[in-house]
């Protein structure tokens, strides 16, 4: 069972569409994070969130954080191909240790 | 920039040898870690090291073993390979943290192992 769950799990859209992917989970994390993934490479970080709550923008992104702290969502404005990749999640449970718990990843390609 | 460096990127073995998965780092970091990467399944944490000669299992750590014998260098091994080991296998570093925010992680760009 994933701590931490994302969806969808695939994603195909057309340039210039928006879209939201989720990531849901039934504990309270201290923080949360997204990273992007592309082939052939590492994960590499996106954003870190802290406060429940929280919205942060990163250009056509904007990650936001549950109040709750038990769930997080990106969303893409006009998507475009150079988006492309595995979009994952990660999390730190409150109170635990330093490792992260990591979700089931959303694969998304955007179509020119 | 950092950079973490893993030893393959791609192997292939047969069941019942034993493998090793070398990762290094340039940045001086204290935390390393070792993950598997599988479809549907994201990153599942094999083992991890706050210094050295120390380690602390993770998630999955039956039929792995690892190593930490210098600060920039962690490896982790197969003492007898299986094929459901077959996977991605993702190394990473970061610093110390403190002040309850998570570091960032950096991750090297992956071994993809076969186990035949």
Same mark, same amino acid.
């Given at each position: 069972?994933?701590?931490?769950?994302? *969806?969808?799990?695939?994603?195909?859209?057309?340039?210039?569409?928006?879209?939201?992917?989720?990531?849901?989970? *039934?504990?309270?994390?201290?923080?949360?994070?997204?990273?992007?993934?592309?082939?052939?490479?590492?994960?590499?970080?996106?954003?870190?969130?802290?406060?429940?709550?929280?919205? /942060? /923008?990163? /250009?056509?992104?904007?990650?936001?954080?549950?109040? &709750?702290? /038990?769930?997080? *969502?990106?969303?893409?404005?006009? &998507?475009?191909?150079?988006?492309?990749?595995?979009?994952?999640? &990660?999390?730190?449970?409150?109170? *635990?240790?330093?490792?992260?718990?990591?979700?089931?990843?959303?694969?998304?390609?955007?179509?020119? | 920039?950092?950079?973490?460096?893993?030893?393959?990127?791609?192997?292939?073995?047969?069941?019942?040898?034993?493998?090793?998965?070398?990762?290094?780092?340039?940045?001086?970091?204290?935390?390393?870690?070792?993950?598997?990467?599988?479809?549907?399944?994201?990153?599942?944490?094999?083992?991890?090291?706050?210094?050295?000669?120390?380690?602390?299992?993770?998630?999955?750590?039956?039929?792995?073993?690892?190593?930490?014998?210098?600060?920039?260098?962690?490896?982790?091994?197969?003492?007898? $390979?299986?094929?459901?080991?077959?996977?991605?296998?993702?190394? $990473?570093?970061?610093?110390?943290?403190?002040?309850?925010?998570?570091?960032?992680?950096?991750?090297?760009?992956?071994?993809?192992?076969?186990?035949?």
């Amino acid at each position: 069972t994933q701590l931490l769950e994302q *969806s969808p799990q695939f994603l195909s859209i057309q340039e210039g569409e928006n879209l939201t992917v989720y990531c849901n989970s *039934s504990s309270v994390f201290s923080s949360l994070q997204w990273y992007r993934q592309e082939p052939g490479e590492g994960p590499v970080l996106l954003v870190t969130v802290v406060t429940g709550g929280e919205v /942060k /923008k990163l /250009k056509r992104l904007t990650f936001q954080f549950g109040d &709750a702290r /038990k769930d997080s *969502s990106l969303h893409i404005t006009a &998507a475009q191909p150079g988006d492309t990749g595995l979009y994952l999640c &990660a999390g730190r449970i409150s109170g *635990s240790a330093r490792q992260l718990t990591f979700g089931s990843g959303t694969q998304l390609t955007v179509l020119p | 920039d950092v950079k973490v460096t893993q030893s393959s990127r791609y192997l292939v073995k047969r069941t019942g040898e034993k493998v090793f998965l070398e990762c290094v780092q340039d940045m001086d970091h204290e935390n390393m870690f070792w993950y598997r990467q599988d479809p549907g399944l994201g990153l599942r944490l094999i083992y991890f090291s706050y210094d050295v000669k120390m380690k602390e299992k993770g998630d999955i750590p039956e039929g792995y073993s690892v190593s930490r014998e210098k600060k920039e260098r962690f490896s982790l091994i197969l003492e007898s $390979a299986s094929t459901n080991q077959t996977s991605m296998y993702l190394c $990473a570093s970061s610093p110390p943290g403190g002040g309850g925010v998570p570091d960032t992680q950096y991750f090297g760009p992956g071994t993809r192992l076969t186990v035949l």
